[in-house]
């Protein structure tokens, strides 16, 4: 078993500069490694696209991607990919809420624009791999390339990697897998970066004015009733595709509270919402997953013992995921959980080795 990055020669490598510092990070140390680096830009959302609810979005991600260039001796190039961006991600985002569910936009954007986009400018250019600021490590293992989890378990991004397929991660470096964010700040300190100290994005890269203005702004919304678990209504909805199962925050209720998202009647239009944190509705033991897909290139037969990842952030729980009858997969917790949220990623691990992904699907339980 060998971490994949040490592939001995050296090697012409792209770096995805996002303007913040850990891609900036990445870019200095495989320069000092003597790879030759240039650094790209994706224009994701630029122009009519680059707004959210009606506001300008800040366009500083440019300007201190090209900045970290000029300082490290590298060139800087930008690639547009607004409308690959937009039919391929906005559009599932937008339509994943109006179905319903919560979509999972960095999934989508990794796999199907960001790495998908840069591998092939590679291709053009004649460079040989792409490396990006993503907390993860890649080890190569028996001739496969396997995801681990970073060595900072609290910025760990692997689970927003789970889409890439083995063809990908051949291409691909991780340069900050095996360092904390604590020590990726202190890097750029002392190499006088000067995104150094420039504070992490904490929202979704298209969205600078809250979700519910985007949504708003995007998406027609049919206000109707919220019904407690006891069949009251005890107030009014601004649309559905506004609240996700188990949110508290946002539900305008007059009287007792704090209320949680429970489900939702499509039919009727009617927000279900319950004042109770243990509500058997809230707590789910087993769903099922669609979209299966498993990087590391070995699916199970039948069924495996492992853990589950259910949303970013949220600690790995054990579980059996199963093959059914029908090729569905189901999997099975070893204990209740709350606020199992349709359309996000539930990523599977065995330890810290990242298996395979799908997406939590729409199901009678959630309705």
Excluded at 42 to 71: H, I, T
Aim: hydrophobic share 35%.
């Amino acid at each position: 078993m060998v971490v994949a990055q040490q592939r001995g020669r050296k090697q012409k490598i792209i770096v995805a500069l996002s303007g913040g510092v850990d891609s900036a990070v990445a870019a200095q140390l495989l320069k000092e490694e003597g790879h030759e680096v240039i650094g790209v830009y994706l224009e994701l959302w630029p122009g009519d696209y680059y707004r959210s609810g009606g506001q300008e979005a800040k366009k500083e991600p440019w300007s201190d991607a090209q900045a970290v260039c000029r300082q490290l001796g590298i060139p800087f190039y930008a690639l547009n990919c607004a409308q690959e961006f937009k039919r391929r991600v906005v559009n599932y985002f937008l339509a994943t809420y109006a179905s319903g569910a919560t979509p999972n936009p960095c999934v989508v954007c990794n796999k199907q624009v960001k790495f998908r986009r840069l591998i092939r400018y590679a291709n053009q250019i004649g460079f040989d791999a792409v490396a990006s600021g993503h907390y993860a490590r890649l080890i190569k293992d028996s001739g496969r390339y396997e995801l681990w989890r970073a060595k900072d378990k609290a910025k760990d991004q692997s689970y927003f990697l789970y889409q890439l397929s083995q063809a990908d991660l051949a291409r691909l470096y991780f340069p900050l897998g095996n360092l904390t964010k604590n020590e990726v700040r202190d890097l750029a300190r002392n190499y006088h970066l000067p995104v150094a100290n420039k504070k992490d994005s904490q929202e979704v890269c298209f969205i600078n004015n809250g979700l519910s203005n985007f949504l708003k702004h995007y998406l027609p919304l049919t206000p109707g009733p919220i019904v407690d678990s006891a069949g009251h209504q005890i107030g009014e909805h601004e649309g559905l595709p506004l609240y996700t199962i188990g949110q508290r925050r946002g539900i305008k209720v007059g009287g007792s509270g704090p209320y949680y998202v429970r489900g939702y009647d499509f039919l009727s239009n009617t927000l279900l919402v319950t004042s109770n944190i243990d509500d058997p509705q809230l707590l789910t033991n087993n769903f099922f997953i669609s979209q299966l897909f498993w990087s590391s290139g070995r699916r199970p037969r039948r069924s495996v013992d492992c853990q589950v990842v259910i949303r970013y952030h949220h600690q790995p729980l054990d579980c059996r995921l199963t093959r059914g009858a029908q090729g569905e997969w189901r999997v099975e917790l070893a204990r209740p959980e709350h606020s199992v949220t349709p359309g996000q990623s539930a990523v599977f691990y065995e330890g810290d080795k990242l298996l395979g992904g799908g997406v939590i699907a729409l199901s009678d339980s959630f309705c």
